[in-house]
């Protein structure tokens, strides 16, 4: 699976929109962006994932850019729930591998 | 649903001892995942299961940890003997694989061991 950077940390102001980005500047052609959360103390959170398309659903949207090798997960108005740290994942869908790798993530702290 | 469900959420134990870690998946999906959380290596899998049969036991750090699906309602991952450097959270997911939404994993609350 490719390799991910994300920045250590970022801040966002409760309501305002949460930006997250990506690199993955090694993706394949196959390769998924996936996004999970971890919220202090509990177990990771499914978010959104996507290939090359635009997605959105009803906690985030993801932007990928055109040469995929980057992206940005927006949560659109983040509220004090939304702490927490933000995975980016990158593997190939499907087949016989299922495995999740994560990295170190992005800590995501939302002020009010 | 309840979710997938671990047992139990706290477990003190002393150098030595055995433990054994409870994980009942979401009813229904046929993938079961073992990951381990530290400060140091961050989240990691373990192993994961597919139709209650091992697939992947790469990340098992050693031969003191064995895991098991005896059917698709129930695993265990079991540390024999126990040693401090096992402290962690322990987190059990599972997923419908297949492709699509249904690859996504639903992890459980965590076991928080210490090993003393």
């Known amino acids: 699976d490719a390799k991910t950077t994300q920045p250590t940390s970022m801040d966002c102001a409760e309501g305002r929109a949460a930006n997250l980005p990506c690199n993955h500047s090694?993706?394949?052609?196959?390769?998924?962006v996936y996004w999970y959360r971890q919220i202090h103390s509990q177990g990771p959170q499914y978010i959104i994932h996507g290939l090359k398309n635009n997605e959105t659903n009803e906690m985030a949207s993801l932007i990928i850019t055109e040469d995929r090798k980057s992206s940005t997960l927006i949560l659109p108005h983040a509220t004090l729930r939304d702490t927490a740290v933000y995975y980016c994942?990158?593997?190939?869908?499907?087949?016989?591998?299922?495995?999740?790798?994560f990295g170190k993530g992005t800590l995501l702290t939302v002020n009010p | 649903d309840a979710g997938v469900i671990q047992s139990p959420r706290h477990e003190v134990t002393e150098m030595g001892q055995e433990v054994t870690l409870r994980c009942k998946p979401i009813?229904?999906?046929?993938?079961l995942f073992w990951y381990r959380q530290t400060m140091m290596r961050g989240l990691e899998l373990l192993i994961y299961f597919n139709n209650n049969v091992p697939i992947d036991d790469s990340g098992m750090p050693e031969d003191r940890f064995s895991a098991k699906m005896p059917n698709a309602s129930f695993s265990t991952l079991k540390i024999q003997p126990s040693e401090p450097r096992d402290s962690a959270v322990y987190f059990c997911a599972s997923s419908l694989g297949g492709g699509g939404r249904s690859e996504t994993q639903y992890f459980g609350p965590g076991t928080r061991l210490l090993v003393l």
């Open positions: 994942i990158v593997r190939v869908r499907g087949g016989s591998n299922y495995k999740l790798t």
């Open positions: 090694t993706i394949s052609g196959n390769e998924y």
């Open positions: 009813s229904g999906h046929d993938y």
